[in-house]
């Protein structure tokens, strides 16, 4: 990748992601992608710590631990500076501290506003008995809780129990989803570094990429605190490689679920995965939910996104395999990638 590239990546994010969403971030990624030293820097590490939301996260990490308390200031929205310049400055500043976060370090939000949309989902999905869930690139397995968070879609109703400690508001902009309660019977998540929530510096990173300014970093605290309260297995491995191993022990329906996790793997290895499930398939119902960036996963159909304002609208998949195949592929609904909104597709 060139310097040119980086740039036109950090504006893209910029524009696509942060505008109408995040000001904070709008601003600081628009003077990254104009700033060649910090550009030029990144270009030196490996690829997953070009993306912008990796840098984003490495420092909020640092204003986390007051690492950087001028820059904190503008995080709690307390000073007007320029804080695009504020923060290029810091990370030439504390470069070689940031590096071995960058290197070691992924994108791990698995922000818990995706139960917004998971929840319908698993409606639509109907299993006579309550499945597994198998959430791939799991993080630290936040979105296994679903059951036990407080879902409110506004005058279509509530999901979850009343007095949870997560509270998640979902506007539903068109559709009638299916608002009804989710069934657990196991949850099991894999990811090739899930982080331990009962780890000081494992919350604190789950904390770092929460975006500052959306007012989700305490509801984020929350879903850390729920997260350590109910039982679920954490596996450390491969998304393509290890997942056979997890499905076969499994009895009983099973619903598999990513969200903003099949993007990191090559078109071939997405593939792959889709073939993992179907093989999986052949002796009982094996079922997907994609929450993805649009054509990510290519077996859905494409539907025209809804123009909504702020970050680009994600696609919500429904892929059921049978007898070692594809049986059907679904798209559900065009979400906001934090469950914010979603746009439902009825039947």
């Not at 030029?40 to 070009?50: C, D, F, I």
């Not at 506007?171 to 009962?198: F, S």
């Amino acid at each position: 990748m060139t310097t040119e590239e980086l740039a036109a990546w950090w504006r893209a994010f910029s524009d696509g992601e942060c505008r109408g969403y995040s000001a904070l971030y709008e601003q600081i990624s628009a003077t990254v992608a104009g700033t060649d030293s910090v550009l030029n820097r990144l270009l030196t590490l490996p690829s997953h710590a070009q993306q912008p939301n990796m840098l984003l996260a490495a420092v909020h990490d640092l204003v986390l631990r007051g690492g950087a308390p001028v820059l904190a200031e503008r995080y709690r929205g307390r000073s007007a500076d320029d804080v695009g310049r504020t923060f290029v400055d810091l990370v030439m500043e504390v470069w070689d501290e940031l590096v071995p976060v960058l290197e070691v370090r992924r994108t791990q939000t698995n922000e818990i506003g995706r139960v917004a949309f998971l929840a319908p989902a698993f409606a639509a999905l109907a299993p006579q008995d309550p499945p597994t869930v198998v959430d791939v690139g799991t993080s630290a397995g936040l979105t296994l809780t679903l059951d036990h968070c407080l879902i409110d879609y506004g005058a279509l109703g509530r999901l979850g129990p009343p007095k949870s400690p997560v509270h998640v508001a979902c506007q539903v902009l068109h559709g009638d989803p299916p608002i009804r309660p989710t069934r657990v019977a196991k949850r099991i998540g894999l990811d090739r570094r899930p982080l331990d929530v009962t780890d000081p510096d494992d919350a604190r990173w789950l904390l770092a990429c929460t975006w500052p300014d959306t007012g989700r970093l305490d509801r984020t605290r929350a879903a850390v605190a729920l997260a350590a309260s109910v039982p679920m297995a954490l596996r450390a491995g491969d998304a393509v490689a290890d997942i056979p191993a997890i499905l076969d022990e499994i009895e009983g329906p099973v619903i598999v679920t990513t969200t903003w996790a099949l993007a990191y793997l090559s078109e071939e290895r997405r593939r792959q995965f889709s073939e993992v499930l179907a093989t999986a398939s052949r002796g009982r119902s094996v079922s997907w939910i994609s929450g993805e960036g649009v054509g990510v996963v290519d077996a859905l159909p494409f539907v025209e996104p809804p123009d909504v304002e702020g970050a680009t609208a994600s696609v919500l998949g429904s892929i059921r395999y049978e007898g070692g195949h594809a049986e059907s592929a679904q798209v559900l609904a065009h979400v906001h990638p934090h469950g914010h909104w979603l746009w439902w597709y009825d039947d």
